[in-house]
């Protein structure tokens, strides 16, 4: 079972403490994000996503003291996870054990984060255009010495298995060149779509395009 970094733990330590500070009942995803702004792994990722960390931090700010009033208690009792919390974490640790990684640090959790496309700490990563895919995309080329950063692209595959389907760097350049746009725009529609029949059945259809425009090329 994967270990949590020293960082990732600070930065968990650190979200319940922003909830207990304000006395909210629930540690929420958006006080896990705003942690995760002072994460050395995740917020790597995020300024390599152009992510504008000053105003990341200060919606967080503004929306956990104004919006979440609903969860301000009387007790003593210390800040507990949401649900989602807890499954951004779980999701973390599983794609860290799937892919063989020993340890999952906050750019572990950012990419788990997005697939709670309802919450608002997704709403406010989006605003700025950062989407799971560009994270992961950051995370595995050129940087996977960088510590902690062990999430991959077979992360995507794991969430939607016809993307295996879509692989293009086996290919010989000629092919390379007109597979690749399908092959990116798939993994752009499991980023930006919820799963459901639809997303598959679009995914189909490009797959079936892709093989028309390779087959184009090889007969020309």
Do not use: W
Not at 12 to 26: G, I, Q, S, T, V
Not at 38 to 64: E, S, W
Not at 98 to 122: C, D, K, M, P, Y
Not at 182 to 204: H, I, K, Q, S, Y
């Amino acid at each position: 079972m994967p270990t949590f970094s020293r960082s990732l733990e600070q930065s968990l330590h650190r979200a319940l403490a922003l909830a207990n500070e304000r006395h909210h009942e629930y540690a929420t995803l958006e006080h896990l994000l705003l942690a995760l702004v002072d994460d050395q792994d995740a917020a790597a990722v995020m300024l390599a996503c152009n992510v504008d960390i000053d105003k990341l931090r200060r919606n967080l700010v503004t929306y956990v003291e104004s919006e979440l009033e609903k969860l301000v208690t009387d007790g003593s009792e210390d800040s507990k996870p949401t649900s989602g919390f807890q499954r951004t974490i779980q999701r973390a640790v599983i794609h860290v054990q799937s892919s063989g990684g020993e340890e999952v640090t906050g750019a572990n959790v950012l990419v788990a984060i997005f697939s709670e496309r309802e919450s608002h700490a997704v709403f406010f990563l989006q605003e700025q255009e950062m989407t799971r895919y560009d994270a992961i995309n950051f995370i595995s080329h050129g940087t996977a010495e960088r510590p902690g950063l062990t999430e991959s692209r077979s992360t995507l595959v794991e969430e939607e298995p016809l993307l295996q389907f879509f692989a293009y760097e086996h290919l010989p350049e000629h092919l390379k060149e007109h597979s690749k746009a399908f092959g990116d725009l798939a993994r752009r529609l499991v980023e930006t779509l919820p799963r459901n029949p639809e997303r598959t059945m679009a995914l189909r259809k490009l797959l079936e395009a892709k093989d028309c425009a390779v087959r184009a090329r090889l007969f020309e």
